[in-house]
């Protein structure tokens, strides 16, 4: 069996825990959580915050150390159900650049995919979503050719360091699933616009993590009902099925500016308004938001406000 095979029919396996969420509410509504209080903690800020769904890294973003499986890791797959977690994710580090042109630093991303790939899937998480990187200076044929040899170097790299981390646990895991983001098209970051996006995923026999700060920044008008709803028809049209999970963000910046910054939602340039007409062409697919921290009560409303909208109800709420 190859590795693409192995990874997929283990990630089908995992989403029969998020079909009952997703039935539910249509798509499992989340959001990113800190871990540096333990893999408890972070399953208790998620059940304060009524999470669905949620999103981690593994690793220091910002370091090149390889990400390991976590001591607690065994204690967190059993609380996922208990928590009422339906989804999964772990972001990649920052770092890694499967596009780049120099040798020796796309060897570094694999080997840091790769163990990134193995820890997620120690946790049960079903995805690692990995940032597109950027070519460089030869141009987005080159660097999607480049992505797609290091996702399928990561996929070969990864059962084996499951397959280490068995041995030395006694618990056999297998690698999760790493999933294309789109950029927001700065400098020479490649697939912000869907087209190449398409083109790359079916090079690489892979799935995509769709930002909407990031496809709002790069041009898309998602602060429109009908440009909303046009993105959303496009995903289906030129992405076939192939979106694992949406990263549900605000843009703190100008519509085509190509600059990041995520923003809480309803605050930022996209009206909730516009993604509810988005969203509600991408039913089922889980919703992760990257929105910046604030008080816990604060934390929880932009939950329920993310459900509101996954829902296709309207939101009622003072300023929003």
């Keep these: 069996m190859s590795a693409k095979r192995a990874v997929r029919e283990t990630v089908q396996k995992k989403s029969e825990r998020s079909a009952g969420t997703a039935s539910r509410r249509l798509s499992p509504v989340g959001r990113h959580l800190p871990t540096s209080g333990g ?5 208790a800020k998620a059940r304060e915050q009524g999470c669905e769904a949620v999103q981690i890294f593994v690793s220091n973003p910002q370091g090149w150390a390889p990400a390991k499986p976590r001591a607690d890791a065994g204690e967190f797959r059993r609380g996922l159900e208990e928590h009422g977690i339906g989804a999964v994710v772990v972001h990649a580090k920052y770092l890694i650049n499967p596009a780049a042109k120099d040798p020796a630093q796309r060897e570094r991303s694999v080997e840091a995919l790769a163990s990134e790939m193995a820890a997620a899937g ?22 999607i050719e480049r992505l797609a040899g290091s996702l399928d170097d990561a996929r070969k790299l990864a059962p084996e360091l499951c397959a280490r981390y068995a041995e030395e646990s006694g ?8 999933v294309v983001e789109n950029s927001c098209g700065a400098g020479t970051q ?17 799935r995509a993590c769709i930002d909407t700060a990031h496809a709002f920044v790069a041009g898309y008008d998602l602060a429109s009902p009908e440009g909303a ?26 519509l085509g500016s190509n600059r990041d910054g995520h923003a809480r939602l309803g605050e930022g340039r996209i009206p909730p308004e516009a993604l509810a007409e988005f969203l509600r062409e991408v039913r089922g697919v889980p919703l992760v938001m990257e929105t910046p921290y604030d008080t816990p009560e604060v934390d929880a409303d932009q939950v329920r406000i993310a459900k509101t909208l996954a829902g296709g109800l309207r939101l009622v709420r003072e300023g929003i």
């Design 171 to 178: 618990e056999e895991v297998a690698p999760a699933e790493v």
């Design 122 to 143: 120690a946790l049960g998480a079903e995805l690692v979503v990995v940032h597109s990187g950027s070519h460089g200076s030869d141009g987005e044929a080159a660097g």
């Design 190 to 206: 490649i697939l912000s616009d869907l087209d190449s996006l398409s083109e790359a995923l079916v090079r690489a026999d892979a």
């Design 39 to 43: 893999l408890s903690e972070t399953l």
């Design 229 to 254: 709803r046009e993105f959303g028809r496009e995903l289906g049209e030129k992405l076939a099925g192939r979106v694992a999970v949406i990263h549900l963000n605000d843009a703190k910046n100008a």
